[in-house]
């Protein structure tokens, strides 16, 4: 029973570089989510999906990109990380509307 | 502009007491309400959630209150117990569109 997992679980970069979270559910949920954890922010939504190939912006999604080729696979990329994108990164899931969503433990992203 | 607000950002309960924690909201299309509980370097867990057809939903220690009228749900915890230190949030969604999270609010229990 693996459920929601992101790799890695720490990264450090450097500005400028792109960056790839990844994030792999076993449960096969439709909805797939990304947030950011900052301090005095709480958890903001940066991307979600409500099925294959269906994106859409949440609140904060500029300087990042994601694709959902395959359910559950929902990988989260920054094109040219900046260091206002050093934070903690979850990624979540969820089977339908008006369920819980189930979270990863978290991507710890530090941008020099 | 927040449309999830929780504007405690800490609060301090002696242990074995009722903890209160809320949540403001401004969309009034909201239909679905959750409370997360987060500890240090973990990811979020489910708490408890409410439909906006309902006004109450209980949960063992755990009862969310929802006031449509007002836009404001609140969490309650009874007893409080030492393991529930941790940061609790808000976040609340319409059908299948985005979940909304708050800023949180961290819970001290105090022996």
């Known amino acids: 029973d693996a459920g929601i997992t992101q790799s890695p679980r720490y990264k450090i970069t450097e500005t400028g570089r792109q960056v790839t979270l990844m994030c792999h559910q076993t449960w096969s949920h439709s909805y797939m989510f990304w947030y950011r954890q900052d301090l005095g922010h709480g958890l903001r939504l940066i991307y979600y999906?409500?099925?294959?190939?269906?994106?859409d912006k949440g609140e904060v999604p500029d300087g990042y990109v994601v694709s959902r080729s395959k359910t559950e696979n929902f990988p989260l990329t920054l094109e040219s990380a900046t260091r206002s994108q050093t934070s903690v990164y979850f990624c979540a899931s969820r089977v339908t509307p008006y369920e819980k969503l189930f979270f990863g433990s978290g991507t710890q992203l530090s941008v020099l | 502009d927040q449309q999830v607000k929780q504007n405690s950002p800490s609060l301090s309960v002696q242990e074995g007491r009722i903890s209160i924690l809320n949540c403001d909201y401004t969309?009034?299309?909201?239909?679905?309400f959750l409370w997360y509980k987060k500890y240090p370097a973990e990811g979020p867990t489910f708490l408890i959630s409410?439909?906006?057809?309902?006004d109450k939903n209980e949960d063992g220690r755990f009862t969310v209150f929802l006031n449509k009228s007002a836009k404001h749900l609140s969490l309650h915890i009874v007893p409080s117990q030492p393991g529930d230190s941790a940061v609790y949030f808000c976040a609340a969604s319409v059908r299948d569109d985005k979940i909304i999270f708050g800023k949180g609010t961290r819970l001290h229990i105090l022996p």
């Open positions: 999906s409500a099925a294959a190939d269906i994106t």
């Open positions: 969309n009034s299309m909201f239909d679905y």
């Open positions: 409410i439909s906006s057809i309902k």
